[in-house]
Structure formats: structure tokens, C-alpha cells
């Protein structure tokens, strides 16, 4: 079975940095396209970023763009979430996620998913 464990969350002030950790374990993980999606309390889970199977192609939502970077190690089995100027608004769960074939903007197109790791952004 396939399983995805997220780390490096925490509380970090605006403007500060924090780099997100998720290991998957099980499957073809150089198969995989990978993506992060948050949710906050009362929403609905949105998607962050995603990575290629080969990590040559990237996506990011419009309100990330330029300040966070994906990335993903296909030896080490691991993508990382580099995320840089937060904002309090970037406070929610972040939940690491893989998909079968090409990168998916949908949380329905992704059949993994790992517990998620709270994120919170001070003022």
C-alpha cells in the first residue's frame, strides 16, 4: 500500500520561511505525479503545487506562484515544499498527495494521501 508521511510544519511570522517534507513509502513512486494541497478551518481543500513524474514540469496555484518552490528527489522517494514570505493567509493543514498519471489541479484526481501538517502563519 501505498502511504505518504508529511512533516516540517510549525509557526512561523510573516515573512518567515518554512520547508515542507513528505516521504512515500510503497508503489512506483517515479511513476507519480505529486502535489500539495491546504485546507483551513471551514473551507474546502485547495491545490498548492505539483510536480511532474519526472519533475520536469511544475504547477502552481496563483497565490503561491513565485514564492513557493516544489521540488521532488526520486532516489530519496521525497518532495519538498519550499515555502518562503508567508503570509497569514497561508495558515491551514497541508496535506502531501500523488497522482497516477499527469499533474491534476482536482483532490479527486489523487488516489494518496498523507495525514497533512499544520502550517501557521502569525502576524
Known amino acids: 500500500q501505498v502511504q505518504l508521511v508529511e512533516s516540517g510544519g510549525g509557526l512561523v511570522q510573516a515573512g518567515g520561511s518554512l520547508r515542507l517534507s513528505c516521504a512515500v513509502s510503497g508503489g512506483t513512486f517515479s511513476t507519480y505525479s505529486m502535489g500539495w494541497f491546504r485546507q483551513a478551518p471551514g473551507q474546502e481543500r485547495e491545490f498548492v503545487a505539483g510536480i511532474s513524474w519526472n519533475g520536469a514540469d511544475t504547477l502552481y496555484a496563483d497565490f503561491v506562484k513565485a514564492r513557493f518552490t516544489l521540488s521532488r528527489d526520486n532516489a530519496k522517494k521525497t518532495v519538498s515544499l519550499q515555502m518562503n514570505s508567508l503570509k497569514p493567509d497561508d495558515t491551514a493543514t497541508y496535506y502531501c498527495?500523488?497522482?497516477?498519471?499527469?499533474?491534476?489541479?482536482?483532490?479527486?484526481?489523487?488516489?494518496?494521501w498523507g495525514q497533512g501538517t499544520q502550517v501557521t502563519v502569525s502576524s
Open positions: 498527495a500523488a497522482a497516477l498519471l499527469w499533474v491534476q489541479r482536482k483532490p479527486v484526481d489523487y488516489p494518496y
